[in-house]
């Protein structure tokens, strides 16, 4: 009589096959995991586009300056004509007026810094989805300047605190939660 051999895999074949799995495992992990990870990067630019796009509506939709004439003749603010426009070292929200709510004019956004559950609509009401803040790990920053020719530079830089231009160049930059920091500029004359 033979003797009966029992088939199944020896130390050998299982040392091969767990070092294989590993190998494949480490692959696996350093090449698919991180494109899983970079795959919300378009999520975040899709909403960062959206609130910059708000944002940059509500501001143009108020008038170039404090002083302007809001009724639409065809004197404007400037440093010719009285009413004066603001000038560059006064650009900001007015005295006791530090919520978007009482912003009339361009200007007032000028150095407005929201975050996170701070970001909010028009109409001062937190945006949110399914109960969860749309908009959370997010930043919002304003900067509005004078900038008559158009060149991207604070025309202060050469006017002085006192300049008093016709147009204004307002910068919005969004940071994702990831730390991309996505800027919207233009311009708004005054008309």
């Known amino acids: 009589m033979g003797v009966k051999h029992t088939q199944g895999f020896t130390l050998m074949e299982l040392v091969i096959g767990i070092i294989v799995f590993a190998v494949a495992l480490v692959l696996f992990m350093s090449l698919i995991v991180p494109q899983a990870i ?26 170039f300056d404090e002083a302007s004439n809001r009724v639409g003749e065809s004197e404007l603010c400037s440093s010719n004509i009285v009413p004066l ?77 006192g300049y008093i231009g016709n147009t204004k160049l307002i910068t919005l930059t969004i940071t994702t939660p990831s730390e991309e920091a996505i800027v919207f500029s233009s311009f708004r004359s005054n008309y």
Not at 100 to 120: A, N, T, W
Not at 126 to 141: D, I, M, P, R
Not at 149 to 157: K, S, V
């Open 85 to 161: 426009c603001t000038t560059s070292g006064n650009l900001g929200p007015e005295e006791g007026g530090n919520n978007r709510e009482s912003f009339d004019d361009v200007d007032d956004y000028h150095g407005l810094s929201e975050s996170g559950g701070d970001i909010k609509n028009t109409l001062n009401q937190s945006v949110s989805l399914g109960g969860a803040n749309l908009y959370e790990g997010f930043s919002a920053t304003v900067t509005v300047v004078y900038d008559d020719n158009m060149d991207g530079i604070d025309d202060a830089i050469v006017g002085g605190s």
């Open 38 to 63: 970079r795959s919300i990067e378009p999520i975040y630019q899709v909403r960062a586009t959206e609130l910059g796009q708000s944002l940059m509506s509500e501001i143009f939709s108020k008038s």
